[in-house]
C-alpha cells in the first residue's frame, strides 16, 4: 500500500492496456460489484427515510421504532443520554448494521459517496503507512481494491490536509499523530471522498478545543455546499450554536424538529421527561424520567 | 567448515528436497505471517492449523501416506473451521476468543481419536510433528503450487487487506467488500498450513508462519520490509534447524522451529524497536 512518484506511476499506466480488462474482472470479482467512478460534486444532496427502525442485539434492541426524515442538504445532531442508542442509529444509517425490523431508505447517495465517522477506536493505529496515504483512500470508489491512487489525486489531498491543519504531516506515519491530529485526518480523508452524506459519530470527543473548532469548520463548510451532514454529539452547547435541527433519542425518538424547540423545556415535559438538565460546565445532557 | 555447512546437502538428496521444501514454505509463509500479526489473528493461525488435523487423519485413514487425501482432507477441514469460526465469533456476543479455543481443542482431539482407529503411535507422531525429511517428490510439488498461488494471489488483494486490516469499517462502509478479501485471506492460510503439515506436522506449522514474522516486526515497522525480513528469517531457520538436525541427530521440524525461536530471541535484544514490537505502540498523548 504505497503511492508511488510519478515515474512508477506512469510506468504503471502504460502497462495498465493490457491488464485493464483483467482488472475490471477483479472488480467484478472482489470489489462487491463496485465500478471504478469519478466522484461528483453537484448533484443533489442525498436524504434518508426511517420507518420503524428497531437495531441492537437480539432480544435488547438499542433502539425501537425510530421513524422520521433527513432531508437533502439538512446538518442534524443527534443527542441523547449515555445508552440511548445514537451510535447504533448512526451505525444502522451508515449500513453497517442491519435493522432488525423497520427499512432505511437511502435516495441520492450510493455507499461509496456516504462518508462515516465511526468512534476511531476501531482503527489500528499502530499499521505503517503515512498521513498522505492514509487520506488518498478517501477516494478508494474511483482507484478501487486493484488500481493505483492517480497521480492527479496528489494536489487534492494535499488541499485536504491544509484545510484539516495538517500541511506539514503529509509523510508522517499515523502512528506518529496525536489524538487530535489524527482526528483532523479523518475529516481529510471524509473531504478527498467527496461524501454528499456525511455521518460522524462522536467526532470531537477526546479532542481539544482548537482541534474541535477548526473541524466544526470543516463542518459547516459541507452544509454550506449543500451536503447532508448528521453527527451524534454530547456537546450541548456545540448543537445549540451549530446545528440547525437536533434528533432527541432515547431508545425512542424524544424530539425530532428545529433545535431550540427540541431543547426548550415544554417538549422534554411533553415527551414525559420532567427536565433535562443541562450542565454547563460538563456540557452534558441528563434526562430525569418524571 | 564446509563439512559442516555444505556436505549435508551436497552428499545426501533427501536433505536437498527438505532444504527446498523448506525454502518454498518460507517464501508463502513470509507475506501470510506478517499480515496474520498486523491483523492479530495469531490465535485464529493456530485453531486452522490444528483444524487441519482432523481432514487430514480422514485421508490417513482413507488412503494412507498420500500427498493429494493428506492435503484435500486438510484443505477441506480448514476451510469448514474457518466458516464455523467465524460464524461462532458473531454469534458470540461477548466478541470473545472462546469459541476458537473450543474449535481448537475439538479439532485436536478429533484428530487424534481418528488417527489412533487404524494408525499406530509412530503415525500419530508423523501426524503430530511431521517429518521434514520424508518429504518426497509429489510433497515438493504441491509446496511449489501452494507457493505460487499464495504469492500471486497476496500480490493481487494486497492493498485492500491492508487496508481492511487497520481499518476493516472504512472498507465496508463504502460498499466495497472486504468481506471477499478476508475469506480470501483465510484460505490462503489454511493452503500454507496444509503445505506445512507435511513437514511439520499440525502442532508445528504454525511455527515456520508466524516465528519469522514475529523476529521481523523487531526490525521494522514497514510491512513489505517485514515480509522480505520474514523470508530471510525463515530460510535462515531452516538451513540451521535442518544442519541441526542432521548433525545432531535430532527431530527435524522442532529444529527448525527452535532456530525461528533463537531468531526471535536475537531480534529481541539487538534490533532497534524489539522490546517495543511485542507490546501495543503506545499512542502519543495529547
Request: charged share 15%; with cysteine; proline share 6%.
Amino acid at each position: 500500500m504505497t503511492m508511488r512518484g510519478p515515474h512508477f506511476t506512469q510506468a504503471l499506466r502504460f502497462g495498465a492496456g493490457a491488464a485493464g480488462s483483467v482488472n475490471r474482472m477483479l472488480r467484478r470479482v472482489f470489489d462487491g460489484g463496485m465500478r471504478p467512478q469519478p466522484a461528483t460534486d453537484g448533484s443533489a444532496a442525498p436524504s434518508l427515510t426511517l420507518d420503524g427502525v428497531s437495531a441492537g442485539y437480539a432480544g435488547q434492541p438499542a433502539i425501537e421504532q425510530v421513524s422520521g426524515h433527513f432531508a437533502p442538504g439538512t446538518l442534524t445532531a443527534i443527542i441523547g443520554p449515555n445508552g440511548a442508542g445514537k451510535s447504533t442509529l448512526l451505525n444502522v444509517l451508515a449500513g453497517l448494521m442491519h435493522p432488525q425490523s423497520g427499512s432505511v431508505r437511502i435516495e441520492g447517495a450510493e455507499p461509496a459517496s456516504i462518508g462515516t465517522l465511526p468512534q476511531a477506536t476501531a482503527i489500528e493505529r499502530a499499521y505503517p503507512i503515512s498521513a498522505l496515504e492514509f487520506a488518498a483512500l478517501g477516494r478508494w470508489r474511483e482507484f478501487g481494491a486493484f488500481g493505483t491512487p492517480p497521480y492527479e489525486l496528489l494536489p487534492e489531498v494535499m488541499a485536504a490536509l491544509q484545510t484539516v491543519g495538517l500541511p506539514d504531516k503529509a509523510t508522517v506515519p499515523i502512528s506518529d499523530l496525536s489524538v487530535g491530529q489524527f482526528r483532523r485526518l479523518l475529516f481529510a480523508r471524509l473531504i478527498v471522498q467527496r461524501a454528499r452524506l456525511v455521518l460522524l459519530d462522536e467526532p470531537f470527543a477526546a479532542v481539544d478545543a482548537q482541534t474541535t473548532e477548526d473541524l466544526l469548520a470543516v463542518l459547516r463548510g459541507w452544509h454550506e455546499a449543500g451536503r447532508t451532514v448528521i453527527a451524534v454529539l454530547h456537546d450541548i452547547g456545540q448543537v445549540r450554536d451549530m446545528f440547525p435541527l437536533a434528533l432527541l433519542l432515547n431508545r425512542r425518538v424524544i424530539a425530532w424538529d428545529a433545535t431550540a424547540t427540541v431543547l426548550a423545556p415544554d417538549t422534554l415535559a411533553a415527551a414525559g421527561m420532567a427536565s433535562a438538565r443541562y450542565d454547563p460546565r460538563a456540557g452534558q445532557l441528563r434526562l430525569v424520567p418524571g | 567448515m564446509r563439512a559442516l555447512l555444505l556436505e549435508p546437502f551436497w552428499t545426501y538428496g533427501f536433505m536437498r528436497t527438505a532444504l527446498v521444501a523448506c525454502l518454498g514454505l518460507a517464501l508463502a509463509n513470509a507475506p501470510i505471517g506478517v499480515l496474520l500479526l498486523q491483523r492479530r489473528m495469531s490465535l485464529t493461525a493456530d485453531v486452522l492449523s490444528h483444524a487441519v488435523m482432523p481432514g487430514a487423519a480422514l485421508g490417513f485413514l482413507v488412503a494412507g501416506y498420500s500427498v493429494l487425501a493428506l492435503s484435500l482432507g486438510g484443505i477441506l477441514a480448514g476451510v469448514l473451521v474457518a466458516l464455523l469460526a467465524s460464524a461462532a465469533m458473531r454469534f458470540d456476543t461477548e466478541r470473545s476468543e472462546a469459541p476458537l479455543a473450543v474449535l481448537y481443542l475439538m479439532s485436536l482431539a478429533a484428530g487424534v481419536l481418528l488417527v489412533s482407529l487404524r494408525g499406530s503411535n509412530i503415525d500419530l507422531m508423523h501426524v503430530l510433528f511431521g517429518t521434514v525429511l520424508a518429504i518426497d517428490t509429489r510433497a515438493l510439488v504441491f509446496i511449489a503450487l501452494v507457493a505460487t498461488v499464495t504469492l500471486l494471489s497476496l500480490a493481487a488483494i494486497w492493498r485492500p487487506l491492508a487496508v481492511e486490516g487497520f481499518d476493516p469499517l472504512f472498507l465496508r462502509a463504502i460498499g466495497a467488500g472486504g468481506t471477499v478479501f478476508r475469506g480470501v485471506f483465510l484460505l490462503l492460510v489454511v493452503l500454507c498450513l496444509v503445505a506445512g503439515f507435511q513437514a511439520f506436522g499440525t502442532l508445528l506449522a504454525v511455527g515456520p508462519v508466524l516465528l519469522p514474522a514475529i523476529a521481523a516486526r523487531c526490525w521494522t515497522r514497514t510491512l513489505h520490509i517485514q515480509v522480505v525480513l520474514a523470508g530471510l528469517f525463515g530460510v535462515l531457520a531452516s538451513v540451521a534447524g535442518l544442519l541441526a538436525s542432521f548433525h545432531l541427530n535430532l527431530p527435524s521440524g522442532p529444529a527448525i522451529v527452535l532456530a525461528g525461536g533463537a531468531l526471535y530471541g536475537f531480534s529481541l535484544m539487538a534490533a532497534p524497536l524489539g522490546r517495543h514490537a511485542s507490546i501495543p505502540i503506545l499512542q502519543p498523548a495529547e
